[in-house]
């Protein structure tokens, strides 16, 4: 079966075709015909994060084009044109005129290419830029008639962790899911497939938001991640003293809740405190912060692992790209229960993209879950639970 992706819920736009097959996470394989992604990182850097309105406009502007580039890559451009009512066209697309234009110049040369379903992503994200990919999927269903499943970005961060080359990893439920991205931090419990319990979530900030904040507060470029992330290990490196010292906050908590915001401040209390930061301090800083951050999402992860009894557990999203956070959850397990499995994503696709969103969009479309298109709306908190 062929899944068209599509992914515009933040700063990536992104468009893949697969090819799938299988019943199950058992047998599922898959092959990866195209896959486009342009990131706007370099636009929103100078905001130091993402700015909404920016990104719906960047969205309808790739979108065609990366489409297109999907489809010639998998060979399934199909000479045209494709006869479709261009007055109902013209009201769906009404907010997005440059995609419209488009769209509609595209049309006029391609015909319907061979794709069973169009999955795009109806939620969580920005909601700006949700509605630009649910628009455009909505006007290729009007076009070529194909069905649609309504995405969720969760569940894509949940599949794409269990993603082992051309198929999913072995495991076995109960599955505890840490995702941890740039809107979201949570404990997910799964003891069935594709069934999702919430077991704890941040109350405040997101721990990819507080990287992005703390390495602001550093003078580092947005997305703060990575380069904190490359500060703390040059402190590690070099073995530079530890001055600094940062909370855990809510790490002996009896619950499974996060909460971010007060470490933030807490850097920015240090960096204010010492305006002049030598660069070996901003590099021990940035160590501690990622130390704090580890500690917490390590120390409620595995005491979740503890009381539910978990056989996996799967961390996912942009976050989980974090070579430290992965390095110290295997260590942690491999102490604890080296019986329990430890899912990652595959390096490269651990930040946003379209394989992700195909990939759920595959296992509801065996289950004809498809969405509604006149109904189907973006959904900036859409919840897996
Ligand atoms: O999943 P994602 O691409 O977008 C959202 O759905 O939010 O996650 C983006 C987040 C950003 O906050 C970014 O700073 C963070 O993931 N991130 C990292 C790393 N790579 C990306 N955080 C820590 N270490 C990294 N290596
Ligand atoms: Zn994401």
């Not at 992104?14 to 015909?33: N, R």
């Not at 505890?176 to 497939?193: A, N, Q, Y």
Request: charged share 20%.
């Amino acid at each position: 079966m062929k899944i068209l992706g599509i992914e515009t819920s933040c700063d990536e736009t992104a468009a893949c075709l697969i090819d799938a097959s299988g019943t199950g996470p058992a047998d599922f394989t898959y092959q990866v015909l195209g896959n486009a992604l342009y990131s706007q990182v370099a636009i929103h850097a100078p905001y130091g994060g993402v700015f909404p309105n920016l990104a719906k406009r960047e969205h309808a502007k790739n979108l065609v084009p990366l489409t297109q580039q999907v489809l010639e890559q998998s060979n399934s451009l199909v000479p045209g044109p494709t006869p479709y009512d261009t007055e109902q066209m013209s009201v769906l697309l009404a907010r997005e005129p440059e995609l419209l234009e488009q769209l509609s110049a595209f049309l006029a040369h391609y015909g319907k290419p061979d794709i069973d379903a169009i999955a795009v992503t109806a939620g969580p994200g920005l909601e700006p830029a949700l509605w630009v990919g649910v628009n455009f999927a909505r006007a290729l269903n009007l076009a070529w008639d194909i069905p649609i499943v309504a995405a969720n970005h969760m569940e894509g961060h949940v599949m794409m962790s269990m993603v082992e080359g051309d198929h999913l990893a072995a495991f076995e439920f109960p599955v505890l899911s840490l995702l941890i991205s740039g809107g979201h931090t949570e404990l997910v419990l799964s003891r069935e497939w594709m069934q999702y319990e919430r077991i704890g979530q941040t109350r405040d900030d997101a721990v990819g938001e507080a990287f992005d904040k703390v390495a602001r507060v550093l003078g580092l470029p947005y997305p703060g991640g990575p380069q904190i992330s490359r500060l703390a290990a040059q402190a590690r490196a070099e073995n530079i003293t530890p001055v600094f010292n940062l909370p855990r906050p809510m790490m002996g908590e009896d619950n499974y809740d996060f909460s971010f915001s007060g470490l933030k401040t807490a850097v920015k209390r240090l960096a204010e405190a010492h305006p002049d930061m030598s660069d070996d301090q901003k590099k021990d800083l940035a160590r501690e912060f990622e130390d704090a951050a580890a500690d917490v999402l390590v120390a409620k992860t595995l005491r979740a692992a503890e009381e539910y009894g978990v056989q996996t557990v799967l961390v996912g999203g942009g976050v989980s790209a974090n070579t430290h956070i992965r390095t110290e959850l295997a260590r942690k397990i491999g102490e604890v229960d080296s019986s329990i499995k430890l899912l990652v994503p595959p390096p490269d696709l651990a930040t946003d993209n379209a394989i992700m969103i195909a990939l759920p969009g595959y296992f509801h479309a065996i289950k004809k879950e498809f969405a509604d298109a006149n109904e189907l709306r973006a959904n900036g908190n859409l919840r897996l639970v």
